[in-house]
């Protein structure tokens, strides 16, 4: 059975040996990942059973790669639609609902037209059911209820809700570099 190498990415982990990302998750396409291999940036920890041949060269595709430098996280996060909806777990901030990105917008708790400013505090993860309901009242007004005050999340929150949502597909050779530091339970 052929395998496209394009269904090949390589999870890649920082110095650490822990994902750049988790949400979106840390994947280099099959071309970037050789192309860094073969400048000696990264180390190959797992590879795929697919090939790649060049008339003089044959190698199997990695499926995991750890940088050689580490890589220091951002200290604080881009305010971005996406890290809005992660900081409030893709759920609806007024009904607590969790939607796909599809059904979710962002809604001022402090309406614009009153003077709301369009920044990590103000700034909320609504359904479109709620958000025309809120229009541009305050939240009182509105008769709705904030699940959860709006603030600026860390980097360290957003990776911890990313692990939350793990991506839709995931190699085998990837399950042990994605939680491998997660906290076990115990039987007490």
Known sequence: MYISPNACPALVLNADFRPLSYFPLSLWSW??????????RVDVLSEYDR????????MKLPS???????VTPK???????????LRDRFSCQYCNDRLPTSELTF?????????????WTNIVT?????????GSRSVRE?????????????MHELLRN??????????????????????????F
């Open 107 to 119: 809604d001022h708790v402090v309406p614009r037209s009153r003077g709301g400013r369009t920044n």
């Open 75 to 85: 200290s604080s996060p881009a305010f971005t639609r996406f890290n809005v909806f």
């Open 31 to 40: 071309q970037d990942t050789l192309k860094a291999v073969f400048l000696d």
């Open 162 to 187: 990313g692990r939350s949502f793990p991506p839709n597909y995931l190699h085998e050779s990837w399950r042990d570099f994605l939680y491998w530091d997660t906290e076990l339970d115990s039987d």
């Open 126 to 134: 609504a359904c479109a059911d709620c958000n025309l309901h809120k």
């Open 142 to 154: 509105s008769g709705l209820r904030l699940h959860r005050q709006p603030e600026q999340p860390t």
């Open 64 to 70: 995991v790669i750890s940088l050689r430098e580490y």
């Open 51 to 58: 090939e790649v041949h060049s008339p003089s060269f044959t």
